[in-house]
């Protein structure tokens, strides 16, 4: 086996690992619940997710520094009806891996 089939391979088995476990989707959040619960964080819900009642949170390893910076991008992709763009792990209670306004 050549190096590149092997490399082509190894990407091929990455992608498909990844793709089976992570969602992703674009949008502009204005039917979204955004809602605080202080020291447990920031929870989207009606995101348009498969989860249950479209929830997105965070990963319990973010930061009171990280919720914060969410639900600004949240609240700022609202005001100006931008696009915001949400990756997540839908094996692990759709945790945002990823986010960003567009």
Known sequence: MTFKKLIGM?????CANTSAMAGGFEGVPTDWKLESYGTNGVVVWFAGTPCSNGQLNLPPTATVTDHN????????AKLASAKMFVYYD?????????????
């Open 69 to 76: 910076r969410f639900y600004a991008t949240v609240m700022a």
């Open 10 to 14: 190894a990407a091929l088995a990455l």
């Open 90 to 102: 839908d094996a692990k209670n759709c945790a945002i891996i990823s986010y960003g306004m567009r």
